[in-house]
Structures are given as structure tokens and as C-alpha cells.
């Protein structure tokens, strides 16, 4: 972001905080986004198997051997790469949320080199960099993901954590092994629902024949249309290590994240703008229209509108318990979705524990949990939300008229986009994160137990088929009530939480205006106040004065 359009924005804020402080309103949301504002980068996960040489491929483009290129899936956690004016290195533990940083530790560049950092202990590795190249592309947070496909949780961490934040995604694949797995379809296919923008480098270009090299590219393009239903994804070819480096399409890919940078920061900044401007415009407003009224107007305008608020809560709560008491029946709906998909996998699971291919069910049973509740929460629990929202967004028209909803309004602004459908699509996104970082680890638990089972059916002297009909079956009758209840509860607590959260916003939003609202009411009443004591001393002053003088023409006719 250039400085001149920072400071632009900056002072925009600064203008609204002034004001805003002028009149005595809540300055402690604005100030807090001043500070976010600060931090605005185009988060981009680098996500590839193993060995597809990401790590080469950053240390090539930073000129310098800084990432590990050895590192084990056990010690792989996340890097997270940013241009800055002097270079650090710290490792971050998160909470499950990942929202709350709980501690950090500044470590050596050695450290870094050797990567020897366990994801049960950390979460993330942040590194600032002084670098000419990042320098030009300062607005791009780089992040070196683990290596794809070889853990479930590795998975969930480049979907979940990054996936509310991020606003591309750069794949990698080698030039020898461009066929893609099922498991790197399943994870484009996510991103392809939430309309995430990819891109894809093919690294190790030099390691085969320009034919070879052009039929990988055909090979991708051909999946990635097919496969996948993304059209005109960009491919570019890079190479890390030998004679000819070329990391030339990967610059490219960061330079336009850079570009869309200006655009994307706008997106947002402007949005918190219309939200501060909409409650200060509220408060002006209501000011100017309501200056020449008496202190009983006034005072009757307020009581009018904290009767109108407490009636919305009300009904609000009201349509709050209605939309929980459709949740139950939406769950009901995924949960028998989860448990047909999983039954129908059953013959699969076998022949793939069968094959000593435990890591792979696991992989596809969570798969097809994910795919199952996706769908479930698109097709039964959107609708719902829509619907609560529109209800909502009446409920408001009714009880508070001069609180404008429309799209494009001045005054009311900050409610616009809580009743967009962007808001149900960033709720959905939310709730698929919270649950895709909750359901691994009973899914694995589950599993263990029946992988210890099934390996020691397949052990025995029973017949090959004999033991995939075992192990068919108790997967069906005992596994599959197991993983699609612990599955039911962790989306019905992720819906509640999210849910939750939207109501909280909402309430706060409507609150927010009513409170300006009665805030200028609330300074009228005491301008007015005022200007009665100034007259009443006024008066006072004149009746005593006229005293005096009354007294002096009556001894003047003595």
C-alpha cells in the first residue's frame, strides 16, 4: 500500500474520530481499526505435496537459504513471510480459535534453517524480512503451508485457519507428478466454493524436456477444468535449484496480489468508514431535525424511542427462539446425509485398510464428512439464516423508521452489509472453519480404535472377504453412528457460536444508532436548558436592574 494512499485513509478516520469526539460519541471501535488498519496484508497460503520444493522455491525468490527444505511432517508448521525494514523471526502459539496469540519466542536464523519447530507446540512461524524483492510487494503475507496430503490436520490448517483471511491461494505441483491426487481435487473444490482466486506454479521446470513440461501444464489445465470446474486458472513455471533458476511466474502471481492489494484494502476501509460515518450522520441528523423542539418534545422523542428499542428486542428474542428451533432439524438433515455417504464408503474403507491404506481412509472419511455438512449448511441451514435475516431487517423497519437498511443509504450505512449475502456466505465460511478444526481429532480417535480391530480381522487366518465383511459392517453398524453424531454436535455448536455472533452484532449496530440518536436528543435537551437558564439570568438581570431604576425616578420625583 503506498504511504499517500495510507495516509489518505488514515486521515479520512482521523477526520470521522475528530468529529465523532466533537460530539462526544464512542471513539474506542474507530481507534481500535486505526491500529488493525496498520497491519492490512493479502494473505496467500502456498499450499503443495511434499516435495513439490515450495521451500526451494521461496528461498530462490529471497536469493538466500532460509526455509528448511528437510522438514518432517511431525516438525512442519506454517511460515509466514512479509517484507518489513528489519528482519525477526518469531514462533506463535495460538488458541484453537486461532484468533488469540497465547505466547511467542523470538528464534535464531539457524533455528529457521534447520525447522525443527513441532505443531503440537506451535502454531505458526512469522518472519519479517528486508528483502528488494518484498519490498516491492509489501502488502503480500506469503505463507509456506506443511506439506498437502499427508495429514488430515495439515489439511484443515491450510482450509480453516487461513481460509477467513486469505485472499488467494498459490498450489504447486512438480513437472514429473502432475496428476492430481483425489484429496488435492477435494481441497480445489473448497476453494471453489468460496470463490477463492488460484493460482499454480509448476515447479522443478528444468527437471524434464520442454514437451514433457508443456504436457504437465495441458495435463492441470485439463484437471483443473474438468476435475475441479475452475477455467482459466493461471499456470506458471518456475524452477528453484540447478543452472537456470526461474522464479520469474512467481513473482508475477505476487506482484498482482499486489496489485488487487489497493483495491482490497479500499474494500475494506471504506466499508468501516460508512459504518462510522452511518453513526455519526444518524446523530447530525437527528440533531438538525429535531433543534427547534420544545424540552417536552424532546423528552417525549426519547422515551418514544427506547419504547420503539425495547419492543425490537423483544422481537428480535422472539425471532431469535423461532430460528433456533429450526437448527435441530437441520442438523437431523446432515447428520442422515453424513451417515448415507459414510455407509456407501464402507466397502471402500475395508478394501482400503485391507491394503494397509489407514492414513488414506482416514483422509477420505474426513473428506466426505466435510463435503456432507458443506452441503447440508448450503442447501437446509442458508436458507434459514436468509430468511431469519430478512425477518430481522423488517422487525427493524417497523420498530425504528429512521434507521435506513437500504443498500447505497447514508445514515444506518453499517447495517447494510449485515443484510447482504455477503454476511451469510462469511457466516457459512466461519462456521465450515470452526467445525473443519474441531472434527479431525474425534474422526482420528474413532478411526484408531477400529483400524486396531480391522488390521487384527485381516491378520488372522479368516479369508480376505470374509474379513472385508466384517469390517464392512462393523464400520456400518458401530463407526458410523459415531463419527456422524460427534460430527452433528461439533456443526450444531459451531452454528449456535456463529449465530450468536451475528445476533451480537446486530444488536450492537441497532443499539449503536439509537444511542446516537438519543445522544443528540440528550444534548439538544441540555442546549436548550442553557439557553432557558441564559434567558432566565437575563431576566433576572433586567427585573433587578429595572428595580434600580425605578427607584431612582421615584426619588428623582421626591
Same mark, same amino acid.
Given at each position: ?95 484453537? *480459535? +486461532?484468533?488469540? #496469540?497465547? &505466547? %511467542? ?8 534453517? !534447520? $525447522?525443527?519447530?513441532? =505443531? ?110 475452475? *477455467? +482459466?486458472?493461471? #499456470?506458471? &513455471? %518456475? ?8 522464479? !520469474? $511466474?512467481?513473482?508475477? =502471481? ?127 441451514? !442458508? ?176
Amino acid at each position: 500500500m503506498e504511504i499517500q494512499e495510507m495516509e489518505k485513509y488514515e486521515n479520512q478516520l482521523d477526520s470521522l474520530k475528530s468529529m465523532m469526539e466533537k460530539y462526544e460519541l464512542d471513539t474506542e471501535d474507530i481507534s481500535a481499526y486505526e491500529e488493525e488498519m496498520k497491519d492490512f496484508h493479502v494473505t496467500t497460503p502456498m499450499v503443495g505435496r511434499f516435495s513439490t520444493g515450495k521451500s526451494s522455491l521461496i528461498n530462490a525468490l529471497l536469493g538466500r537459504k532460509l526455509l528448511s527444505v528437510d522438514t518432517r511432517p511431525e516438525t512442519s508448521i506454517p511460515t509466514e513471510i512479509t517484507y518489513g525494514p528489519e528482519e525477526k523471526a518469531v514462533l506463535v502459539k495460538k488458541d484453537e *480459535s +486461532g484468533r488469540k #496469540i497465547l &505466547r %511467542t519466542r523470538e528464534v535464531t536464523w539457524d533455528e529457521v534453517h !534447520e $525447522g525443527n519447530f513441532r =505443531v503440537d507446540e506451535w502454531s505458526v512461524l512469522q518472519l519479517t524480512l528486508h528483502d528488494e524483492f518484498l519490498k516491492t510487494v509489501p502488502s503480500v503475507r506469503i505463507v509456506d503451508m506443511p506439506g498437502f496430503g499427508t495429514n488430515i490436520a495439515l489439511h484443515n490448517k491450510a482450509i480453516n485457519e487461513y481460509l477467513p483471511e486469505s485472499k488467494a491461494y498459490i498450489l504447486t505441483f512438480a513437472a514429473r507428478s502432475s496428476t492430481m491426487e483425489k484429496d488435492t481435487i477435494d481441497f480445489l473444490k473448497e476453494l471453489k466454493f468460496y470463490d477463492m482466486p488460484v493460482y499454480v506454479l509448476v515447479t522443478k521446470s528444468q527437471a524434464v524436456v520442454p514437451e514433457e513440461l508443456q504436457q504437465c501444464v495441458d495435463n492441470l489445465k485439463r484437471q483443473l477444468t474438468k476435475g475441479v470446474g475452475m *477455467s +482459466g486458472v493461471s #499456470i506458471y &513455471r %518456475t524452477n528453484a535449484k540447478g543452472k537456470h533458476i526461474d522464479v !520469474e $511466474g512467481f513473482k508475477t =502471481v505476487l506482484e498482482k496480489l499486489e496489485a488487487q492489494s489497493r483495491e482490497l484494502f479500499k474494500k475494506e476501509v471504506t466499508a468501516k468508514e460508512r459504518n462510522y460515518a452511518g453513526l455519526l450522520k444518524q446523530y447530525i441528523t437527528t440533531a438538525i431535525n429535531k433543534a427547534d423542539c420544545s424540552v417536552s418534545d424532546l423528552e417525549e422523542e426519547k422515551e418514544k424511542k427506547q419504547k420503539n428499542l425495547e419492543d425490537l428486542k423483544a422481537k428480535l428474542e422472539k425471532e431469535r427462539v423461532d430460528f433456533q428451533s429450526r437448527i435441530p432439524s437441520c442438523i437431523q438433515s446432515i447428520n442422515s446425509d453424513v451417515r448415507i455417504a459414510l455407509e456407501n464408503f464402507a466397502l471402500e474403507f475395508a478394501e482400503l485398510m485391507a491394503d494397509n491404506r489407514q492414513e488414506t481412509a482416514r483422509a477420505r472419511v474426513n473428506s466426505i464428512v466435510s463435503e456432507k455438512i458443506k452441503a447440508g449448511l448450503k442447501n437446509t441451514f !442458508e436458507p434459514e439464516v436468509v430468511s431469519y435475516l430478512g425477518r430481522i431487517k423488517d422487525a427493524i423497519h417497523i420498530a425504528l423508521p429512521d434507521i435506513h437498511l437500504d443498500t447505497g443509504s447514508t445514515s444506518g450505512g453499517a447495517f447494510t452489509a449485515l443484510f447482504s449475502a455477503k454476511v451469510v456466505e462469511k457466516g457459512i465460511v466461519s462456521i465450515l472453519a470452526m467445525i473443519g478444526l474441531k472434527i479431525p481429532n474425534p474422526i482420528v480417535q474413532i478411526l484408531a480404535g477400529l483400524a486396531a480391530i480391522v488390521i487384527g480381522l485381516f491378520g488372522k487366518s479368516n479369508a480376505r472377504e470374509e474379513a472385508k465383511a466384517k469390517a464392512v459392517q462393523q464400520f456400518r453398524l458401530e463407526y458410523v453412528p459415531q463419527i456422524a453424531d460427534q460430527a452433528a454436535g461439533i456443526v450444531e455448536s459451531a452454528i449456535h457460536e456463529q449465530m450468536e455472533n451475528i445476533d451480537h452484532a446486530i444488536t450492537k449496530e441497532v443499539e449503536a444508532q439509537v444511542q446516537s440518536e438519543q445522544k443528540a436528543l440528550d444534548d439538544l435537551i441540555e442546549k436548550v436548558n442553557e439557553e432557558k437558564a441564559q434567558k432566565e439570568a437575563y431576566l433576572a438581570e433586567l427585573h433587578e436592574d429595572e428595580e434600580k431604576v425605578d427607584k431612582i425616578l421615584a426619588e428623582a420625583e421626591m
